[in-house]
């Protein structure tokens, strides 16, 4: 059963980065997904983008490919979403998420479960 | 890039009711689907994937239909654990999510 944990709440101000972690266990991540999603206060999900191990490949969405870096420690299963030149509407919660690929799609795309508890980020001079 | 666009936006009902949710992409992704329960302050939770196939663990009063551009998410016979809101997400093409259906106590 995977399980992840995330990093803690935290506060930032403008035009600084942050990095939010996210544990893994329970589970073999030789060949893992992981995806990041955020949700602003009050609002719907927006994904980020994804780390695919078994490809050594990352995908961003073009809104954030400026802005984020996702990336993998295989050694502890640990990965890492770092956002840099924060702004004020970056403060959200942050979700890391296990992702999971159709043999018959292949990586286009993934769904995603389980979640992890969610980090807050908040941006505020 | 995919939009994806749920009905309605709230939707309320009575313990016991059928119920329907809708979501529509702007493009085919055929049965590149998922749909996720969330309650306020939690995680979401992974309830269908491939448009129809249910996850581990998920009470079979769920079910999840559809094709091609227009899906649907029924519950059976809503329970009182059911009031949360609900997204669902295409990923042919990365992931975009609808901007979600909130399923609240008429």
Redesign the interface.
Known sequence: QVQLVQSGAEVKTPGSSAKVSCKASGGSFSNYVIGWVRQAPGQGLEWMGRIISFMDKTDYAPKFRDRVTITADTSTSTFYMDLSDLRSEDTAIYYCAFGSISVRLGPRGAWYGPWGQGTLLTVSS | ?IQMTQSPSTLSASVGDRVTLTCRASQDISE?L?W?Q?KPGQ????LV??ASNL?KGVPARFSGGGSGTDFTLTISSLQPDDFATY?C????????????TKVDLK
């Open positions: 890039d590149w998922a996720y969330q995680a979401p939770k992974l994937y491939q996850q997204y997400q295409q990923y042919i093409s990365y992931a975009t999510f609808g901007q979600g």
